[in-house]
């Protein structure tokens, strides 16, 4: 990149890693180094918490609140309604308004640690699109944003040409989420003076589209920027475990085991991570990323109290880091593990050491939980466990069961008094 910015909010970005693409990066400058302006993106409520991959959009707001300027957190109560096909293979489920309505409730309250809500200058507003996107006439809308989309330029868009090249079905009602994205953006210039629009990458002929729709209509100017793919050592998208989605929400996902996938995360991905997830200067996420052996571990540590006392708190990421002390240095148990209480009903006369294991979520199944033990990596109170047949009455529990999945992940099983 040859242009180097001036303002804030780009310089730090920038530095960081942030940047992808931007549809004019001196234009934009410019306009920061005049004053606050705002700027969003765009959040559908597919499910009760967002997950890691998601971070990355949640910290570039944040950043763009603490230079100063106006983000706005726009939920997509009316676009989870249709699904974005970017990036996908397949249309995206139907939810219920409803289940879209408690989605946003649960996706708020993550937000909410990282961006200043309000009606202060840089505080953000609380928009969702479902505003102005319920009361839509279809008629009007095509007659005056349609009008502006040609059907040639919407096959060219990546995650439409993606699917249709792969031969799989794109439903009509997703072709219509880039007009519907698009509009939004020309919504928030309007209501909001909204000026710039950041996502992933995979949403850049969105974004441009938007930014296109505002020039066409009202004359006006806005921007578009978009963030790399963040992927992991492996090659993995940022996002996933070996369970399932990394959640930011502790109903779905214990502070604990948050802390311990950034705990664990490859020795590469140290510095990258440091400087997008946390908010340490520059200079030291590059000296911490640069050690070796087993001093990366004390990095790995505190870019793990870092990305979860930002999510979390500080006395979140405390009990976790205690807790892994505890497991993991002492062979005790912690008292922040994930745990399974089981009460006298749930034991009867006893219950199967593959039940527990699945129950507590070490396993996603009795079959995974049988492999687990054959393949020598299920312990019980640190002790190897070599028969799937073992069953596990009252009388174990009388003091709590650790249950081991190899080196690094654990629970707790107790007995409900």
Same mark, same amino acid.
């Given at each position: 990149?040859?242009?180097?910015?001036?303002?804030?909010?780009?310089?730090?970005?920038?530095?960081?890693?942030?940047?992808?693409?931007?549809?004019?990066?001196?234009?934009?400058?410019?306009?920061?180094?005049?004053?606050?302006?705002?700027?969003?993106?765009?959040?559908?409520?597919?499910?009760?918490?967002?997950?890691?991959?998601?971070?990355?959009?949640?910290?570039?707001?944040?950043?763009?609140?603490?230079?100063?300027?106006?983000?706005?957190?726009?939920?997509?109560?009316?676009?989870?309604?249709?699904?974005?096909?970017?990036?996908?293979?397949?249309?995206?489920?139907?939810?219920?308004? %409803?289940?879209?309505?408690?989605?946003?409730?649960?996706?708020?309250?993550?937000?909410?640690?990282?961006?200043?809500?309000?009606?202060?200058?840089?505080?953000?507003?609380?928009?969702?699109?479902?505003?102005?996107?319920?009361?839509?006439?279809?008629?009007?809308?095509?007659?005056?944003?349609?009008?502006?989309?040609?059907?040639?330029?919407?096959?060219?868009?990546?995650?439409?040409?993606?699917?249709?090249?792969?031969?799989?079905?794109?439903?009509?009602?997703?072709?219509?989420?880039?007009?519907?994205?698009?509009?939004?953006?020309?919504?928030?210039?309007?209501?909001?003076?909204?000026?710039?629009?950041?996502?992933?990458?995979?949403?850049?002929?969105?974004?441009?589209?938007?930014?296109?729709?505002?020039?066409?209509?009202?004359?006006?100017?806005?921007?578009?920027?978009?963030?790399?793919?963040?992927?992991?050592?492996?090659?993995?998208?940022?996002?996933?475990?070996?369970?399932?989605?990394?959640?930011?929400? %502790?109903?779905?996902?214990?502070?604990?085991?948050?802390?311990?996938?950034?705990?664990?995360?490859?020795?590469?991905?140290?510095?990258?991570?440091?400087?997008?997830?946390?908010?340490?200067?520059?200079?030291?996420?590059?000296?911490?990323?640069?050690?070796?052996?087993?001093?990366?571990?004390?990095?790995?540590?505190?870019?793990?109290?870092?990305?979860?006392?930002?999510?979390?708190?500080?006395?979140?990421?405390?009990?976790?880091?205690?807790?892994?002390?505890?497991?993991?240095?002492?062979?005790?148990?912690?008292?922040?593990?994930?745990?399974?209480?089981?009460?006298?009903?749930?034991?009867?006369?006893?219950?199967?050491?593959?039940?527990?294991?699945?129950?507590?979520?070490?396993?996603?199944?009795?079959?995974?939980?049988?492999?687990?033990?054959?393949?020598?990596?299920?312990?019980?109170?640190?002790?190897?466990?070599?028969?799937?047949?073992?069953?596990?009455?009252?009388?174990?529990?009388?003091?709590?069961?650790?249950?081991?999945?190899?080196?690094?992940?654990?629970?707790?099983?107790?007995?409900? %008094?």
């Amino acid at each position: 990149m040859t242009y180097q910015p001036k303002s804030d909010f780009l310089r730090i970005i920038v530095e960081r890693g942030f940047l992808a693409d931007c549809t004019d990066l001196q234009g934009l400058d410019e306009r920061l180094l005049e004053g606050p302006i705002t700027g969003y993106i765009g959040f559908d409520l597919t499910a009760t918490s967002l997950h890691i991959g998601n971070l990355v959009q949640i910290m570039l707001l944040r950043w763009l609140q603490k230079t100063g300027n106006r983000p706005i957190t726009l939920m997509g109560g009316g676009t989870t309604k249709v699904g974005d096909p970017s990036g996908k293979d397949e249309m995206r489920k139907i939810l219920s308004v %409803e289940q879209i309505n408690a989605n946003a409730d649960g996706i708020r309250t993550v937000f909410a640690n990282y961006i200043s809500y309000g009606d202060g200058p840089t505080d953000s507003p609380l928009v969702n699109n479902a505003e102005w996107l319920d009361k839509l006439g279809y008629i009007d809308f095509l007659r005056d944003i349609g009008k502006h989309f040609t059907i040639n330029r919407l096959l060219a868009f990546d995650s439409v040409k993606s699917r249709l090249d792969r031969e799989q079905a794109l439903s009509f009602i997703e072709f219509n989420y880039m007009l519907l994205q698009a509009y939004d953006y020309l919504e928030l210039y309007r209501r909001h003076g909204c000026v710039l629009q950041m996502g992933g990458s995979d949403q850049w002929g969105n974004i441009v589209s938007g930014a296109d729709l505002i020039r066409r209509v009202d004359a006006g100017e806005a921007f578009g920027l978009t963030t790399p793919l963040v992927t992991r050592a492996d090659g993995k998208k940022m996002g996933k475990s070996a369970d399932g989605a990394v959640w930011l929400n %502790e109903d779905r996902m214990s502070s604990y085991e948050f802390w311990q996938w950034w705990r664990n995360v490859d020795d590469a991905d140290v510095a990258k991570f440091l400087k997008l997830f946390t908010e340490l200067d520059v200079a030291d996420c590059d000296r911490l990323g640069a050690l070796e052996g087993a001093e990366i571990n004390s990095a790995k540590i505190i870019l793990a109290n870092e990305v979860t006392t930002l999510c979390h708190g500080a006395e979140a990421a405390a009990a976790a880091e205690a807790t892994a002390k505890e497991v993991f240095e002492k062979g005790g148990t912690g008292d922040d593990l994930p745990t399974l209480t089981l009460s006298g009903d749930d034991l009867g006369d006893g219950i199967s050491i593959v039940q527990l294991i699945t129950r507590s979520g070490l396993a996603k199944s009795g079959k995974d939980a049988k492999r687990l033990i054959a393949e020598g990596g299920a312990r019980m109170n640190d002790a190897p466990i070599t028969d799937a047949g073992l069953m596990v009455g009252a009388g174990d529990l009388g003091a709590p069961i650790k249950l081991s999945a190899g080196k690094k992940r654990h629970a707790l099983v107790i007995l409900q %008094e």
